[in-house]
């Protein structure tokens, strides 16, 4: 007859079991585990929620380049007090060359998405790099470099994948110019109260190498629809 598991134990595998769910590909059924997991009572309940959400977090920052059954063998003998199976210095290696592989990845994606992007007839290329379409358009002043302005906008990953939308919460965005990234400071100032452009934002004039958030990744090439609403000083 086998001894139960400590609760520590216990725990570590039910996590085990979630991250695999998370970090797998789906193959159709309910869920992604390759066993089925008590979910019943509070505990269970509370672990697949930080489970799962540890999930979501990983898959956004690694995506399928990431061995899910190796991050939960990790959480579960971290949860259980075991050593590690790998050294640090050879565990860091491993993730900063998978990291560098996806930066490089993220690049590539967008210089040739902006070289595609540069035949359209439509498209206007600034030496900066910067590319922006004309929506609608609108003629008077300008702001300046410093200046205080509201507008509506939506950020998207090339992928159409959508991380940020003032008009989406209905609530115009005021900041100025100076303090935002270089490709809106650019192009903001090449607008009228009234236009609405679209921004194709090269990453070095965006987020660069340190990308922003859960969503923007190093070397990000990023679209904005954006509305000059006013100039406010």
């Known amino acids: 007859m086998s001894k139960e598991c400590p609760t520590g134990r216990r725990t570590a595998m039910l ?3 979630m991250l695999v769910a998370a970090c797998s ?16 009572g509070r505990a269970a309940q509370a672990g697949y929620l930080v489970g799962h959400r540890q999930g979501e977090r990983l898959r956004e920052e690694y995506g399928p380049t990431i061995d899910g059954e190796a991050v939960a063998a990790g959480l579960a003998d971290g949860l259980a007090g075991m050593p590690l199976q ?8 491993a993730l900063e060359a998978i990291l560098a592989e996806q930066r490089a990845a993220a690049g ?5 998405f902006l070289a595609r992007n540069a035949e359209r007839a439509e498209v206007e290329v600034l030496p900066s790099g910067l590319q922006y379409e004309v929506l609608v358009a609108a003629e008077g002043p300008k702001p300046s470099a ?3 302005v509201t507008t509506h906008y939506e950020g998207r990953l ?45 990453s070095e004039l965006a987020y660069g190498e340190r990308g922003a958030g859960r969503i923007i990744g190093p ?12 100039i406010d000083d």
Do not use: C, H, Y
């Open 219 to 230: 070397r990000a090439t990023l679209v904005f629809d954006v509305e000059l609403i006013s």
């Open 15 to 17: 996590f085990a079991a």
């Open 146 to 148: 410093d200046s205080q």
């Open 25 to 40: 590909e789906q193959d159709g059924s309910a869920s992604a585990a390759s066993e089925p997991v008590n979910l019943a």
């Open 86 to 93: 790998v050294s640090q210095a050879q565990g860091q290696a």
């Open 158 to 202: 090339i992928d159409d994948t959508v991380f940020d939308s003032s008009i989406a919460r209905g609530s115009p965005a005021s900041f100025r110019l100076n303090q935002v990234i270089a490709g809106w400071t650019e192009a903001l100032q090449l607008m009228s109260p009234g236009a609405k452009w679209r921004l194709f934002i090269p």
């Open 108 to 112: 590539a994606a967008g210089v040739e």
